[in-house]
């Protein structure tokens, strides 16, 4: 029987939640790297032991681990992340111009047929790219040094690129979302990049329809129809049918539109999940009631989803890396708080289990089936 | 030799228990102590000082025999003592939570 492995990471360290697949029972391993802030961690597609950890810290900085066996052990890497020529300038908060500074890698994305090749996000924003397994890493500058660079300015977690797509069907075509500059596409695998934010509407600047300052939380796709582009912006639930050309809110019924991450079933294109927060300066659940919302419809009809979640007096948050979903069947779904509890769902969210309950804030959950 | 003691994360990313101890030619400067730290355990570049600027992180501060040398360039001559192995070259975290 396949089993589950959850990744996850939090402001504390790295945690390996194991399962079969049943996902009823599950082994917990951790803390990994105690101590340490693991913003993510992440198996590659082509070896389901090849882990990828960014293990940081506001002593000691960027460390990058590697496991071979599905994180029993783990290596060090090479944390050497330098911009490629002139760093230039961005805005900073107050509107000034302000020097590209690296602070951290927010997420890593293995490569789907490669073990040794990793794309990593990084604050400030920009993408790296190892094709040795992690140990040397070096910048796909053709984003940072994108025209309209000049005048991104971070949000208030910092200027992350914090999503990166890999289009499992258009060769050389990715994805990436900054905040707060928006969402970004290649299309010849990272060497040049164009912002796809027609269609968002942010009030919070002073053009709201601007082409680039969009606080863009999370986009997501389906593996089988990668040209579908589902995002979760600072406010409004969004969706582009064009590979991100133009978008359309879907925000629909949903009791606020404001969130950090969204997600996919893995067999159903139309059904997403998000996890609607209050507001942007109240980021708890709205009435204290933790509920998942799925939409069956790719948007604007949703059901919320309840069964085990706490419906009173809740008020963590849930991140943007911090929710994913398996391809068993029925497809399981997860996501982790920064409550430090991590709920599992063995039935596309209809009813949900608290896997863990006292870890540390969770910052991402990576669901890997094993074989 | 030369002793250095480092914060307890730094022992476990080195995978080291207790001091590190370390040849260094003279002059015993404490960027030649961090050079040789850094080429006797790779994994460490990066989280002491910049890689490029070699700047010390700001959160570290290098103790020697009861004073702060955080400030001073890294050519400063470390006491005959730390030379001689009779006081340790400490890397101290900054005492701060979180």
Known sequence: MSGIRLLVGTRKGAFILTSDGTRKSWDVSGPHFGGWEIYHLKASPADPNRLYASQSSGWFGQVIQRSSDGGRTWETM?????????????????????????????HLEPSLTDPDTVYAGVEDAALFRSTDGGQTWKELPGLRTHPSAGVWQPGAGGMCLHTILLDPKTPGRMFIAISAAGAFRSDDAGASWRPINKGLRSEQIPDPTAEVGHCVHRIALHRTRPGTLF??????????????????????????DFGFPIDVHAHEPETIYVVPIKSDSEHYPPEGKLRVYRSRTGGNEWEPLTKG????????????????????????????????????????????TAVVSHLPSVVSVEAQVLP | MIRVVLPAHLRTLARVDGEVKLDVPPPVTFGAVLDALEDAYPMLRGTIRDHVTRQRRAFLRFFVCGEDLSH??????????????????????AMAGG
């Open chain 1, 78 to 106: 090479g944390n050497k992340f330098g911009y490629e020529g002139a760093t230039g300038t961005h805005l900073w908060y107050d509107g000034t111009p302000h020097p590209w500074e690296f602070a951290r890698v927010w």
């Open chain 2, 72 to 93: 001073e360039p890294a050519d400063t001559v470390l006491p005959e003592a730390v030379a001689a192995g009779d006081e340790p070259f400490l890397v101290v975290g």
């Open chain 1, 309 to 352: 979640l706490p419906q009173r007096d809740c008020y963590v948050n849930v991140l943007r890396d911090a929710m994913s979903v398996d391809s068993l069947d029925p497809c399981g779904v997860y996501f982790g708080t920064t409550g430090g509890q991590v709920y599992a769902s063995a039935d596309a969210g209809e009813s949900w």
């Open chain 1, 231 to 256: 995002m979760q912006k600072h406010w409004d639930v969004m969706r582009s049918d064009d590979a991100g050309e133009t978008w359309r809110e879907v925000s629909g019924n949903l009791p606020t």
